[in-house]
């Protein structure tokens, strides 16, 4: 391992002794070792033990340090610094491997994948074995901009509503009636079942026949204010190319999603989502010309990192994907984003999966998929196509749980009792909303396109009332981390609901919830008093 630089020589005190094997190694040209030195010190403070590659010319030498590292010590994850290059081209940056592909090219893929996973596949069997992500940068100017972003991410992004919120934009699918009808069930399973209910969810749709979807000709601009105002995750569903997602299509006409050029105008600097691109080509790092998931992660104002495809993507090994990411993020509360993508990974490579909707998106795949009989190879491609392109290290915000406790069932027009706990001081916001699948407002799919700006300008007021499920909100005052509070049920209010607690801590949120069914009052014949109604 002469080829490692340990970094406690280089620059903790004299006296600090040098740590007898690394858990992170950095791959960094030596042209970019002083725009990271922020980053070797922040993270070297926070006890890693770090050990930096400056030989990079080869990718077979670098892999081969790797496994030398991974051999030597408890080796988790694997940073590389700087722009894909060809293989020893003697240019400044990071060698790309490329995977012959298998499945996708059924598909109209090219023959060859351009991956990072090559450096965290330690055994040969193309599932990754550490976590593994890259600064995609071609100047020290873009890495500065990275690396404080990284940085502020962790230790300056106060607590607040965007660690619950989360952002859904789909794109329409278009492959065919029964692989759409696959996609858009697993997408409503996804919203209803894998996020626990205290977390929000924002969600717009590229359809204009579809409630959630805001004037087509201001969707771009609904997207761009999504990302500046930030939250847990901005996840994007749907096609995607290597410079602009997908296109509104409406009658005549075309809206795109985002492009390259909208990245400017992003300036979030309070509330840095991650952004997740389950689509084609938007992590294509390879290009000649930069994708869309470089140009997000080195704006200044954009998302703090990028999960993305670098070429052609397929529904069911992208919703596999999605499926194990939620249960890595709710469920196993991985520490870092490397950690939660390299178990996501994993666990897609599973024969069965641990959820009931992993279990139903096997059983769909094999009456729906064009390759039934490639099933797993698809999902062992995906493990190359879709690449970290941010820090592996970056630590995930975690709320901290409330208690909540509340009646099962309820009826319009009447007052529950709640009581709660928490171990977080501060502000307690306590809610009544209905469940994901649904919302307060009575709305239905639209049948015609009028495109006149009077009705375009509805689509919007429509999509806000789609995405509105509050229905009553009171603040509670704490007394030793418990609170209890009356809440008073509309007379409109029915059918499955939730109620759900947000405490606004001084350095983290808290967050709970309980189900609840409001049902209208069944009045039985000869009884004046009436009941409940099951």
């Not at 090219?110 to 550490?130: C, F, K, R, S």
Request: charged content about 25%.
């Amino acid at each position: 391992m002469t080829s490692i630089l340990v970094l406690a020589l280089l620059m903790a005190a004299p006296e600090a002794s040098a740590p007898e094997a690394f858990d992170t190694l950095v791959v960094c040209p030596e042209a970019y070792v002083p725009a990271m030195r922020p980053w070797f010190e922040y993270r070297m403070q926070q006890g890693y033990h770090i050990g930096v590659v400056t030989d990079v010319d080869s990718k077979e030498k670098i892999r081969s340090t790797i496994r030398d590292a991974a051999n030597s010590g408890p080796l988790k994850q694997v940073l590389l610094v700087g722009d894909a290059v060809a293989d020893k081209s003697g240019e400044v940056g990071i060698p790309v491997h490329y995977q012959k592909a298998v499945v996708n090219v059924h598909f109209g893929s090219e023959p060859e994948i351009p991956t990072d996973n090559y450096y965290a596949d330690l055994d040969d069997d193309q599932v990754p074995d550490i976590a593994v992500g890259r600064f995609s940068v071609s100047n020290e100017e873009d890495l500065k901009t990275i690396v404080a972003k990284t940085i502020d991410y962790e230790s300056k992004l106060p607590p607040g509503d965007w660690q619950r919120r989360l952002h859904f934009v789909a794109g329409v699918g278009g492959f065919g009636s029964a692989v759409d009808t696959m996609m858009e069930t697993v997408t409503k399973k996804f919203l209803t079942d894998e996020i626990p209910p205290h977390f929000e969810a924002v969600v717009a749709q590229g359809s204009w026949r579809s409630i959630y979807c805001p004037d087509p000709r201001e969707f771009r601009d609904e997207v761009v204010r999504q990302l500046n105002e930030g939250g847990l995750f901005w996840v994007y569903m749907g096609h995607g190319h290597v410079e602009t997602l997908d296109y509104i299509r409406v009658p005549n006409d075309a809206y795109p999603i985002l492009t390259n050029k909208d990245v400017a105008a992003l300036h979030n600097e309070s509330a840095s989502p991650i952004a997740i691109f389950l689509s084609c080509y938007t992590g294509a790092f390879d290009a000649p010309r930069d994708c869309l998931a470089e140009k997000l992660l080195r704006e200044k104002g954009g998302p703090v990192a990028v999960f993305a495809g670098s070429r052609v993507t397929m529904p069911y090994a992208m919703s596999v994907m999605g499926t194990e990411m939620l249960q890595q993020y709710f469920e196993e509360q991985q520490p870092t984003l490397g950690q939660l993508l390299l178990h996501a990974k994993r666990e897609a490579m599973q024969q069965e999966g641990k959820s009931g909707n992993r279990k139903m998106l096997d059983t769909m795949a094999a009456l729906v998929s064009p390759k039934p009989k490639l099933l797993r190879e698809e999902r062992l491609e995906h493990m190359a196509l879709f690449n970290l392109l941010g820090d592996p290290l970056l630590k995930l915000p975690h709320a901290s749980p409330v208690e909540v406790s509340a009646p099962e069932v309820a009826h319009p027009g009447s007052s529950i009792e709640i009581v709660g706990k928490t171990s977080l001081p501060g502000k307690v916001r306590v809610e009544l909303v209905c469940r994901r699948d649904g919302c307060v407002a009575q709305l239905s799919k639209r049948a015609t396109y009028e495109p006149l700006h009077e009705q375009l300008s509805q689509y919007t007021k429509t999509y806000q009332s789609a995405n509105d499920r509050l229905w009553q909100m009171v603040e509670a005052q704490q007394s030793d981390g418990k609170f209890l509070t009356k809440l008073e049920i509309p007379e409109s209010c029915h059918g499955p609901c939730h109620v759900r607690v947000w405490v606004e801590g001084s350095s983290q949120v808290g967050l709970g919830s309980q189900d609840i069914a409001i049902q209208p009052i069944q009045v039985a014949e000869g009884n004046s008093e009436g009941q409940i109604g099951e």
